[in-house]
């Protein structure tokens, strides 16, 4: 018996310093040489150091040792299913009747199974059939783990069903939830688990309880769920562990509470790295960059630690960057030097500062350098194209990530439905919705938002206004984008009565929400309504009118013909108000032909923004259509002295997939032939129904297209055209011009819209032209 035990010590003493698996296979020889195999003790130890040493590589090795202990208990069971693929996994535990009937598999036999299954999202379904088939899906240790899994498939739904089945789930399950749902970005979810757990008093949280949800509250920046946190915490005598203080820096820094990160910073006797590293971000965050780089210069002579990717990625002025530049190059410098340029997140910070310079040249070497790109990544190289305006380049590079078998977040949605509202993608916008409801993705008040601007901007106001209907929770961000919907789309009324109902659901407007609102009177002329909007802005709301306010209100006055009113209001506008207030009245003198007026107005502009083209073309054509060829010459020929080039007009129009462009007079296009050849018939029509070209008002904004108009045609005629030719009978039309659409081609839509009995949707620089059965939807108020 003394010789056994020596044996089982020295067999075990040998199998734990094994470095190699061929070292394992001479122990077991050796054991089974001097008959000392099967010993459940030493087997179990083999087994797990198999695992530890060969991975799920080693499984054949690991099943045939379990093969030869003749009687093998549950514990051993369960080591090898840790050290399975599922594939594997799987099939053991369904055989376990056949062939080890003595074996009834407990918890940690299925949690061994899902953990196994970490990184294999397809057998969760079987396994989650198993466990149910077997009696355990109401044991809050395999649900843990289950939910686990699917979490780490961002399943969160699954996931949210597992915990509902449980009917009184434990602080481990609890915490498991919340932390999965943080990790995939679903922070309002994460919240509301975290409340709920609060009222059911079922489960008593803990410290990493309050670790895993704070993430969420400074994601959301509710500073009311991430003060509930430090109450709760410091209420049970949970709120001094470090890792929840640092928690609490964090949070409160994005909430843009930094004297309370401060505090918290400054009650920690010997701060570690990790709790530097949140204060030096929660400086960044909040603009006070030199406060950032002073706390990092402590850290280098404090002894806190040596600095590290977080700290680099804190360092780094992302949510400050103008006038931090050569700041951001020189931290650029610096991680490369130390070896942190090859860290994904260091890389993914430059790329986003490198971004929001609008260097996309270097944001991009940052993305292309990186040897592994985390979603995050991305994300950021996503978001940096839609916000510079590259839309069709975010698109192409999100194609590309989905070719990489790479699972989008919301942030990844919200970025590109910014791209495709810019770019007018309707059947885009539509796909990337459908990968929304397909991924399950928690549609949180950011991506709802996003939908809605998305569906605005590219025609469909009944679908946003669906959307805007269904959240559940609307910030002002998702009514403003509601009430400036309907604005652009000329109905202003429905915009006052969006405005109403978010005061009545006591969300304060803001400046954005006003300028939505006066910009929608101004298309639908409703003067009246506007001006009190306005006036009610600094006295009933409190919110100082900027000067996009000012240029509206000018914009307002003069679309509806009250020239003198705009130019008295403008003279009680203090001098902030800029070129604004003067281009809306340049423009409203064009709409109403006023040239003596105009020429006042451009005087002033020409003193302000003298580098501005838009205010020399927007005069010369003032001129033009008074038939003052002189001057408007001269005004055309003072812009070219100054070398000033007007942005050429373009037009897009969407078919299938494809996004095609066209400009005035374009034969580029492979079926231009076809399309000048239906044009030339559309026109035949129209002049049989009675439409006369209106040569004076399209050289409004359109100079480009105003040196052979007798011969070429507009671009928007051109996209109009190739869509009747690309789609069938009573397929509604949608095109998208970057500057306003000219009295011609408006005459000319409404033409073409009767004869074709078509629905044609027109996107102009200003606001949306819905044109049925010969009628526009502006009412020619634009």
């Known amino acids: 018996m003394a010789v056994r035990r020596h044996h089982k010590a020295l067999y075990l003493g040998l199998i734990s310093a094994a ?8 122990i077991l020889a050796h054991s089974i040489v001097t008959g000392y195999h099967p010993d ?40 090898l299913l840790r050290s399975l693929p599922p594939s594997s996994a799987l099939p053991l535990v369904s055989s376990l009747p056949r062939h080890y009937p003595h074996l009834r598999p407990n918890s940690f036999t299925y949690a061994a199974v899902a953990s196994a299954a970490s990184n294999h999202p397809e057998a969760a379904p079987p396994l989650h059939a198993r466990i149910i088939v077997d009696g355990f899906a109401n044991d809050p240790f395999v649900a843990s783990a289950l939910a686990d899994l699917y979490l780490n498939s961002s399943q969160v739904s699954l996931a949210e069903k597992v915990f509902d089945g449980i009917p009184d789930p434990d ?3 609890w915490n498991t939830l919340i932390s999965g749902l943080v990790k995939n970005c679903s922070f309002s979810r994460a919240g509301s688990v975290f409340q709920r757990m609060i009222a059911s008093n079922s489960a008593r949280f803990d410290s990493t309880t309050l670790a895993v949800v704070l993430p969420a509250a400074a994601e ?9 946190v430090h109450c709760s915490g410091i209420k049970l005598g949970m709120a001094s562990p470090p890792h929840v203080v640092t928690g609490l820096i964090s ?3 994005k909430c843009g509470d930094i004297p309370a990160a401060e505090f918290l910073f400054e009650e920690i006797e010997y ?15 909040n603009g006070h960059i030199e406060s950032s780089v002073g706390l990092f210069k402590e850290l280098l002579v404090s002894g806190g630690g040596r600095p590290n990717s977080s700290t680099m990625v804190g360092l780094i002025p992302v949510f400050s960057p103008f006038g931090y530049e050569l700041l951001a190059r020189s931290i650029h410098g610096f991680a490369v030097k130390s070896g942190f340029d090859v860290n994904s997140a260091v890389s993914t910070a430059l790329t986003t500062v490198y971004c929001r310079l609008n260097d996309m040249e270097a944001a991009r070497r940052a993305f292309d350098s990186m040897p592994e790109k985390s979603m995050a990544s991305w994300n950021a190289m996503i978001s940096g194209y839609a916000q510079n305006g590259l839309t069709a380049t975010a698109i192409s590079l999100f194609r590309e990530m989905q070719a990489c078998n790479l699972r989008p977040n919301q942030i990844t949605v919200t970025s590109i439905l910014s791209a495709c509202a810019q770019l007018g993608a309707l059947s885009m916008g539509k796909w990337v919705h ?7 993705l928690e549609l949180n008040v950011f991506v709802s938002t996003a939908l809605i601007d998305m569906y605005a901007k590219c025609g469909s106001i009944a679908e946003a206004r669906s959307i805007f209907d269904d959240m559940e929770e609307k910030n002002v961000v998702s009514w403003n984008a509601m009430i400036s919907g309907y604005g652009i789309h000329g109905r202003g009324l429905e915009s006052l009565k969006l405005f109403e109902a978010m005061r009545s659901a006591s969300v304060a407007p803001t400046g954005v929400t006003f300028l939505s609102v006066l910009c929608a009177c101004s298309h639908g002329g409703l003067v009246e309504e506007g001006r009190a909007i306005f006036e009610s802005m600094k006295r009933e709301h409190g919110v100082e009118p900027r000067p996009e306010h000012y240029a509206s209100m000018v914009d307002l006055l003069g679309r509806a013909g009250r ?7 403008i003279k009680t506008t203090p001098e902030s108000a800029g070129a604004g207030v003067w281009g809306a009245l340049l423009g409203a003198c064009m709409i109403h032909k006023e040239s003596e007026l105009a020429r006042h107005a451009a005087r002033k502009l020409f003193e302000l923004e003298p580098e501005n083209p838009g205010y020399h073309v927007l005069l010369s054509n003032i001129h033009s259509s008074k038939r003052n060829y002189l001057e408007a010459a001269m005004v055309r020929e003072d812009a070219k002295s100054r070398k000033l080039a007007k942005t050429p007009g373009c037009t897009l129009i969407e078919v299938g997939d494809a996004v095609h462009t066209f400009t005035a007079g374009d034969r580029s296009h492979p079926q231009s032939t076809a399309i000048h050849s239906l044009l030339e018939k559309l026109t035949g029509k129209m002049i049989e129904a009675g439409y006369r070209a209106e040569t004076e008002a399209a050289l409004y904004d359109v100079e480009e297209e105003e040196k052979e108009q007798m011969v070429k045609v507009h671009s928007e005629r051109l996209a109009i055209a190739f869509g009747l030719l690309s789609t069938g009978p009573g397929t509604e039309i949608r095109i998208i011009k970057n500057l306003r659409v000219c009295l011609d081609c408006h005459q000319a839509t409404k033409f073409i819209s009767k004869i074709t009995q078509r629905v044609i949707v027109v996107r102009d620089a200003t606001r949306f032209h819905h044109f049925r059965d010969g009628v526009c939807s502006c009412g020619d108020y634009w």
């Open 19 to 26: 470095t190699t698996l061929h070292h394992l296979d001479q």
């Open 40 to 79: 459940l003790i030493t087997a179990t130890a083999l087994l797990r150091r198999v695992s530890d040493l060969g991975g799920t590589a080693a499984a054949p090795r690991a099943l045939r040792l379990f093969s030869s202990v003749p009687d093998p208990d549950l514990f051993l069971l369960n080591v």
């Open 171 to 173: 602080t481990v399950l």
């Open 220 to 228: 959301l920046q509710d500073l009311n769920l991430g003060t509930l």
């Open 251 to 253: 949070m409160y820094s």
């Open 271 to 285: 701060p570690d790295l990790i709790a530097y590293n949140a204060m030096i971000s929660g400086y960044s965050i």
């Open 434 to 440: 459908q990968i929304i409801a397909e991924e399950d």
């Open 563 to 569: 020239l003198g009113e705009a130019l008295e209001f």
